[in-house]
C-alpha cells in the first residue's frame, strides 16, 4: 500500500522557494535535515520545476528516503525521511559550505568593435557599450547600465522570490533608478577629480494587498542579503525605498 504523503504531518519544514538543486538548495535541505530527527520527516516546500526530477535521486545518494510530492498552494510540497547517516551528513554538510564560501565567478570580456565589447559568462554573452554614454540612443548599454542594472534587477528577482517564499501575493513588482558620478568630467578626461559614483537611489514599487509590515520585513530581508548592496554601501550613497501601491 503506498503512503498518502498528504496525510503526512513533517518533523520540520522550510521554503526552498525558486531556487533549484544547483542554485543553492542542496545546501538548504542539508542544513534543515540536521535539525530533522533521524527518522523524521522534512517537508521542503518549492516552485522549481525542476526539483521534482533533481530531488530523489539526491535523496537515494545522500541516504535519505524520498517519500513523495503534493501540490500545494502555488508550490509543490516534498518530503524526505531522514537516514541515520548523522556524522555523513554532517561532514557533507561543512564540506558543502566550504565549497559554497570559495566559489568564484568568472567571466571574460572582449573588445569586438568601435565602443564595444562582448563578456561571455558560463553559457551567455552580452554586448556592452562605453563606460558611460549621454546619448538618447545606443547600440548597446553602457557599463554604468549594466551596474545599476544589476543592482535594480536583482533586488527585483529576489524580492519577487522573497515574498513568494513567504506567501505574500504580488500583482507587480517594478523599481526605478537614478544614479549619479562624484565627476563625468574626471570620466572624460577634462578635468582632474574623482569619476566614481557618488549616489544612487532606488524606489521600489510593489502591488499587494497583503500586511503592510511583513511586506516591509521581506524587503529588509532581501536588500541585508544582497551582494552588491552590502558592496555598494561600502562606497557609495545608496538610498533604497520601497513603496506599496
Known amino acids: 500500500?503506498?503512503?498518502?504523503?498528504?496525510?503526512?504531518?513533517?518533523?520540520?519544514?522550510?521554503?526552498?522557494?525558486?531556487?533549484?538543486?544547483?542554485?543553492?538548495?542542496?545546501?538548504?535541505?542539508?542544513?534543515?535535515?540536521?535539525?530533522?530527527?533521524?527518522?523524521?520527516?522534512?517537508?521542503?516546500?518549492?516552485?522549481?520545476?525542476?526539483?521534482?526530477?533533481?530531488?530523489?535521486?539526491?535523496?537515494?545518494?545522500?541516504?535519505?528516503?524520498?517519500?513523495?510530492?503534493?501540490?500545494?498552494?502555488?508550490?509543490?510540497?516534498?518530503?524526505?525521511?531522514?537516514?541515520?547517516?548523522?556524522?555523513?551528513?554532517?561532514?557533507?554538510?561543512?564540506?558543502?559550505?566550504?565549497?559554497?564560501?570559495?566559489?568564484?565567478?568568472?567571466?571574460?570580456?572582449?573588445?569586438?568593435?568601435?565602443?564595444?565589447?562582448?563578456?561571455?559568462?558560463r553559457n551567455f554573452s552580452f554586448e556592452m557599450g562605453q563606460a558611460a554614454s549621454f546619448e538618447e540612443k545606443d547600440a548597446n548599454p553602457s557599463a554604468l547600465e549594466y551596474l545599476f542594472g544589476a543592482l535594480a534587477g536583482s533586488l527585483t528577482t529576489a524580492f519577487a522570490s522573497d515574498c513568494a517564499r513567504e506567501n505574500i501575493e504580488v500583482d507587480d513588482i517594478e523599481l526605478t533608478l537614478t544614479g549619479t558620478l562624484n565627476n563625468v568630467l574626471a570620466h572624460m578626461g577634462l578635468e582632474d577629480g574623482d569619476p566614481s559614483i557618488e549616489r544612487v537611489e532606488c524606489k521600489c514599487f510593489v502591488s499587494t494587498f497583503d500586511d503592510e509590515e511583513k511586506v516591509r520585513s521581506v524587503w529588509q530581508q532581501t536588500v541585508a542579503r544582497s551582494p552588491i548592496v552590502a558592496t555598494l554601501q561600502k562606497s557609495v550613497d545608496l538610498q533604497l525605498k520601497l513603496a506599496i501601491v
Open 1 to 121: 500500500m503506498s503512503l498518502d504523503v498528504s496525510t503526512i504531518t513533517p518533523d520540520k519544514v522550510f521554503d526552498g522557494g525558486d531556487l533549484d538543486c544547483g542554485s543553492g538548495l542542496i545546501l538548504l535541505i542539508r542544513e534543515h535535515m540536521m535539525q530533522t530527527p533521524v527518522d523524521g520527516i522534512l517537508e521542503m516546500r518549492s516552485r522549481e520545476p525542476t526539483v521534482a526530477d533533481d530531488l530523489p535521486p539526491w535523496c537515494r545518494m545522500a541516504g535519505h528516503e524520498y517519500l513523495g510530492k503534493v501540490d500545494g498552494d502555488g508550490y509543490t510540497r516534498y518530503f524526505v525521511r531522514r537516514g541515520n547517516g548523522q556524522k555523513a551528513e554532517e561532514e557533507a554538510l561543512a564540506k558543502d559550505k566550504e565549497e559554497a564560501r570559495k566559489y568564484e565567478w568568472r567571466l571574460r570580456a572582449r573588445s569586438t568593435g568601435h565602443l564595444k565589447s562582448t563578456i561571455y559568462a
